[in-house]
């Protein structure tokens, strides 16, 4: 069985498997060499992710150690507790003792895997207005640049704490001019070129822990290990 490499986060994850987007990239990047797994929940928090983790990892006896995991939360625990989506709410020392949890359980469950967390992305207010998945009576956005960015230094400062691998996307996208349309595409979901930004920021990640094609050996042999002569030599063994 080819080795598997975990997503877990909320809608940015779910929606990563789409056109363009980073768990499509990722699937297609290591094609013939690892499976890469969505377990991605629209709408889902840290609170709530820490309850359905035994059903969303299989149990270890049943199947070898994934060679990685990327925990993308935080865009949900960061809304704001009194606008429209304050019951996806969790305040910041929750989210950070959720993480630890979240993190203790998978390097416990897995202690060769490699953990990547995944900050929340910047917000564009602005576009969020535009953008409501309820009606917005109050006029607010239901989420702010400023609590997103306290969210995602919470999110790094839990990755020091215990020693895994971290993407500051939330530093990261600001650094390109305009990066509210460039990489948004409704102020908090990614466009293509937001997708990519996390895409390569994951493979960096990756290969900084030697998890690279050239280390991945492939389970069937490549057209270009088959000899034209005789095809069947190939699939002897």
């Known amino acids: 069985m080819r080795p598997k490499i975990y997503l877990f986060g909320d809608s940015i994850t779910e929606e990563s498997f789409s056109d363009g987007g980073w768990g499509a990239s990722l699937a297609n990047h290591f094609s013939r060499t690892g499976y890469v797994v969505l377990r991605g929940y629209s709408g889902y928090n840290t609170r709530w992710a820490l309850k359905v983790k035994e059903k969303v990892f299989s149990p ?116 390109f001019p305009g990066w509210q349309k460039a990489y948004l595409r409704d102020g908090l979901h990614l466009t293509q070129s937001g997708n990519k930004v996390v895409f390569e920021e994951v493979i960096k990640q990756l290969r900084e822990e030697e998890i690279i094609l050239e280390t991945l050996p492939v389970d069937l042999p490549l057209l270009e290990e088959i000899d034209p002569k005789d095809p069947l030599k190939s699939f002897k063994n």
């Open 60 to 175: 270890p006896e049943r199947e070898d150690a994934p060679l990685a995991v990327t925990v993308f939360f935080g865009a949900n625990d960061a809304c704001l507790p009194d606008r429209y989506g304050g019951f996806q709410h969790v305040p910041l020392d929750e989210y950070k003792h959720n993480l630890l949890a979240i993190v203790d359980f998978l390097k416990n469950r897995w202690p060769s895997t490699c953990i990547i967390l995944i900050t929340p992305p910047p917000i564009d207010e602005d576009a969020r207005l535009q953008h409501p998945y309820v009606d917005n009576l109050s006029g607010l956005p239901e989420r702010t640049n400023e609590a997103a960015g306290s969210y995602a230094k919470q999110c790094l400062a839990v990755a020091e704490e215990c020693g895994v691998s971290a993407i500051d996307l939330w530093t990261k996208m600001q650094q």
